[in-house]
Structure formats: C-alpha cells, structure tokens
C-alpha cells in the first residue's frame, strides 16, 4: 500500500524567503506526482504535475523535482508572498488511484 | 465557467439519517472520484468512476454509495452505516483515469448532530 508523508506539517516563514516542502513515497512505481494548494475550508488546486518520466516541472516561481527511485519529491517555492500562505498537499498516482499525504500547512509572515 | 460545482457547502445529518451530496462537472471528463478529508489527514478515496455506468470502490467505501448515470454528475450517498460521518468531502475530476491533472470542487461540509 502506498504511503505518502510530507514533513513538517507546519512552517512559518518571513515574507520574501524561499520555501521547501518535502514529499516522499513508499512505492515508487508511480505514474505522476502532483502537488495541490488547499485554503482553509476550501477545494484543492493544483499546482503541477510531474510524469513519472519527468524529473522535474517549473511554472512561474513554483518548481517540483521528482527522484522516481528514492521516493522523493520536493517542491521549491521561491521569493514568499503572504498570499502563498495555504496547505500544500503532494499526491502520488498508481494503481489508478491518487494517494495523499497529509500536507504542510505554511505560513508567509509580512 | 467551466469547473466542479458541489452542494450543498454546509449539511447537517441527523444520526440514522442518510444524506446525498450533489457534484457536477462541465468539463466534459470522463473520469470522477470522491474524497474525504479528517483533520490533519489526507484525502482518502471512496469511490471512483472511469465512464458513465461504472464506478469502482475506493480505500474507504463502507457505508458510501454512488451512482453514475450522466458523464456530468456523480451523487455521492453517506448512509446510516458510515459510522463516523463527520468530515469535508471533496469530488474530483480528470480526463482520464490516472494520467491527468484532477480538478477539485469546493467541497461539502459535512457535519452530524
């Protein structure tokens, strides 16, 4: 069964500085890795998708890498914004299913 | 606007009482799934459909129904025999199973008095 831990669970950070989430996986015969932004008592949006061919995917100051074989992403948030406070969630596919982790709730200090 | 509208937002189910939770989509996918999320979890599969008249059970379907007549639309039921109820429940869907981005509604709050 697929496990997905994402640590920490929480971080707070000075506006401006650089974010690193961290996702690893038990099962890496994946398809994709995706990673979702949730608001509090809202929808998930995501924020890229990684092919399991990929090794990583950039759009405007987000980036993820992907290491297929140790199970390990991380997603590379750059320059913070208070805006970008939010839970980041990281989900793997196989098995026709999506597994999640738990996620990293984050918060940007102005 | 194309996208996943769910409702009600808020629903509020009386022990014993089974209740519906609507999801709709314009997105003309194929592929649908429902999502619980607990606190502090993440999201769990209940039920998943690839096409119209076929749906598979997810991690945690005990006590869940659905059904899956239109491609637009995927009714999730949350019976008497779902013991613990109380959650944020979220539907979900993508062109195809597996290989493509999921689009997520606003999700249902689901709470049991």
């Known amino acids: 069964k697929q496990e997905v831990t994402q640590i920490p669970a929480a971080l707070s950070v000075p506006e401006g500085e650089n974010l690193v989430l961290n996702c690893s996986f038990t099962d890496s015969a994946i398809y994709n890795l995706q990673w979702f932004r949730q608001d509090p008592g809202k929808g998930l949006t995501s924020l890229l998708l990684?092919?399991?061919?990929?090794r990583e995917q950039t759009s405007g100051r987000l980036n993820a890498s992907l290491d297929k074989s140790s199970g390990r992403s991380t997603l590379y948030i750059a320059a913070s914004q208070p805006g970008d406070s939010a839970t980041y969630l990281c989900a793997v596919t196989n098995d026709y299913k999506l597994s999640f982790g738990a996620g990293t709730t984050v918060t940007v200090r102005a | 606007d194309g996208g996943i509208t769910q409702s009600p937002k808020y629903l509020f189910r009386k022990e014993g009482q089974n209740v519906t939770l609507s999801c709709e989509q314009n997105?003309?996918?194929?592929?649908m799934y429902w999502y619980r999320q607990d606190p502090g979890q993440g999201l769990r599969l209940i039920y998943y459909?690839?096409?119209?008249?076929?749906?598979q059970k997810g991690d945690i379907a005990e006590g869940y129904s659905v059904s899956r007549e239109k491609k637009e639309s995927f009714p999730l039921t949350v019976t008497s025999a779902q013991k613990n109820p109380t959650a944020f429940y979220l539907c979900?869907?993508?062109?195809?199973?597996?290989?493509?981005?999921?689009?997520f509604g606003p999700g249902t709050r689901l709470t049991v008095l």
């Open positions: 997105l003309n996918h194929d592929a």
């Open positions: 979900a869907s993508s062109i195809s199973l597996v290989k493509d981005t999921q689009y």
């Open positions: 990684i092919q399991s061919s990929q």
């Open positions: 459909s690839q096409i119209v008249n076929d749906f």
